[in-house]
C-alpha cells in the first residue's frame, strides 16, 4: 500500500525556519514526482512545490519562491521541505502528494495525513 | 494563472437526493485536464475524478464528472451519509495548478 506520512510541523517564529518531512512506503520517491500542497486554516488548497522524477528540476510557487526549498533523500525514501523567513501567512497544515507524474502540473494522489506549521510571535 | 470559481459555496441536501457542483475556469482548461477531491474535516483530500470524468480507483460510480472548455460539474447521483464534505476541483494544464475554493455539501 501506497502511503505518505510527514512530521516537522510546530510553533515558529515570524522570520525562522523549519523542515518539514514526508516518509514514503509502498513505492520509492527517487522514481517519481512529488510535492507540497498547504492548506491555511478554514481556507482552500494551495499548491506549493514539486520536484521531478529525476530530482534535477524543481519548482514554486510565487509566494515560497526564494524562501522554500523541496529535496529528498533517496536513501531515506523521504522528501523534505525547507522553509526559511517563515511569514505569518505561511501557517497552514502542509501535505505531501505524489503529482500523476508531471511535476510541472499533475493531479495529486496519494496524500499524506498533514502537518501543522503555526507562524506566530 | 487560471483561476477557478466553484458554486455555490455552500450545497444544503439530504441523503438520497442528487448534489450538482459547478466550477468556472477563468481560461480554457485544455486537455481535460481537470480533477476533482473530497475532503472531510481534519482529514487529507481525497482523489474523486480526474481527467474531467475518469473515476479514480475505488471511487463509486454514484460520483461523476463532466464538462469542457471554462465550464466543470461534479454531480454525486444519490447522496450517502458519508458523502457530506467540502469539494475542490483543480485544474493540471500548466504551472502553477490551482484549486477552487472549494464547495461544502451539507446535510439539511
Known amino acids: 500500500e501506497v502511503q505518505l506520512l510527514e512530521s516537522g510541523g510546530g510553533l515558529v517564529q515570524p522570520g525562522g525556519s523549519l523542515r518539514l518531512s514526508c516518509a514514503a512506503s509502498g513505492f520509492t520517491v527517487s522514481s517519481k514526482a512529488m510535492s507540497w500542497v498547504r492548506q491555511a486554516p478554514g481556507k482552500g488548497l494551495e499548491w506549493v512545490s514539486s520536484?521531478?522524477?529525476?530530482?534535477?528540476?524543481?519548482n514554486y510557487a510565487d509566494s515560497v519562491k526564494g524562501r522554500f526549498t523541496i529535496s529528498r533523500d533517496n536513501s531515506k525514501n523521504t522528501l523534505y521541505l525547507q522553509m526559511n523567513s517563515l511569514r505569518v501567512e505561511d501557517t497552514a497544515v502542509y501535505f505531501c502528494?505524489?503529482?500523476?507524474?508531471?511535476?510541472?502540473?499533475?493531479?495529486?494522489?496519494?496524500w499524506g495525513q498533514g502537518t501543522l506549521v503555526t507562524v506566530s510571535s | 494563472e487560471i483561476v477557478l470559481t466553484q458554486s455555490p459555496a455552500t450545497l444544503s441536501l439530504s441523503p438520497g437526493e442528487r448534489a450538482t457542483l459547478s466550477c468556472g475556469a477563468s481560461?480554457?482548461?485544455?486537455?481535460?485536464?481537470l480533477a476533482w477531491y473530497q475532503q472531510k474535516p481534519g482529514l487529507a483530500p481525497r482523489l474523486l475524478i480526474y481527467d474531467v470524468f475518469k473515476r479514480a480507483t475505488g471511487i463509486p460510480d454514484r460520483f461523476s464528472g463532466s464538462g469542457s472548455g471554462t465550464d466543470f460539474t461534479l454531480t454525486i447521483s444519490r447522496l450517502e451519509p458519508e458523502d457530506f464534505a467540502v469539494y475542490y476541483c483543480q485544474h493540471y494544464v500548466t504551472s502553477p495548478s490551482t484549486f477552487g475554493q472549494g464547495t461544502k455539501v451539507e446535510i439539511k
Open positions: 502528494a505524489k503529482p500523476h507524474w508531471n511535476y510541472w502540473a499533475d493531479w495529486f494522489d496519494p
Open positions: 481560461q480554457t482548461i485544455s486537455n481535460n485536464y
Open positions: 520536484i521531478s522524477d529525476s530530482g534535477d528540476r524543481t
